[in-house]
């Protein structure tokens, strides 16, 4: 019983030993193989997404509320009047999306740039289909 402070005193102490390199500087995130740009930094899952069947605007469209959505294309514009809708548009067609300023996160997203965007699908009474983004990527 008087071990276990012991060896809690001594596992403390050495979790920083495994958290630096051989030379004893801290590890480098983009310095590790396949980096992938400032995002990768925070880990996770860099590959394609499956389970999704709605992978365009149109499929989207006549897709059941709250079906989960990954698209890839344009933000054209801001709606007038709204600060988090905007409209999006793919080779398919376009539809209103519902991005919170917390997901855009320090990127700057210009008609220009192609994104992926990730969420559900939106259906209200009397409204237009929106998609409520989850997750945004700017692809280039």
Do not use: C
């Not at 054209?76 to 999006?88: N, P, Q, T, W």
């Amino acid at each position: 019983m008087k071990f276990f402070p012991l060896l809690l005193l001594a596992m403390s102490l050495s979790v920083p030993a495994f958290a630096a390199q051989a030379d004893g500087t801290p590890p480098n995130p983009a310095a590790a193989p396949g980096y992938q740009g400032p995002s990768a930094s925070y880990g996770g899952f860099q590959g394609p997404t499956g389970g999704t069947d709605n992978d365009t605007v149109a499929k989207a469209l006549k897709a059941w509320d709250e079906s989960p959505v990954v698209l890839t294309g344009n933000i054209v514009e801001r709606l007038a009047g709204s600060d988090d809708k905007y409209m999006f548009r793919d080779a398919t067609g376009q539809i209103i999306v519902d991005i919170d300023h917390e997901l855009f996160w320090g990127k700057t997203v210009t008609p220009a740039n192609t994104v992926r965007i990730a969420g559900e699908v939106d259906k209200e009474m009397f409204e237009a289909t929106k998609i409520d983004v989850k997750f945004l990527e700017v692809i280039k």
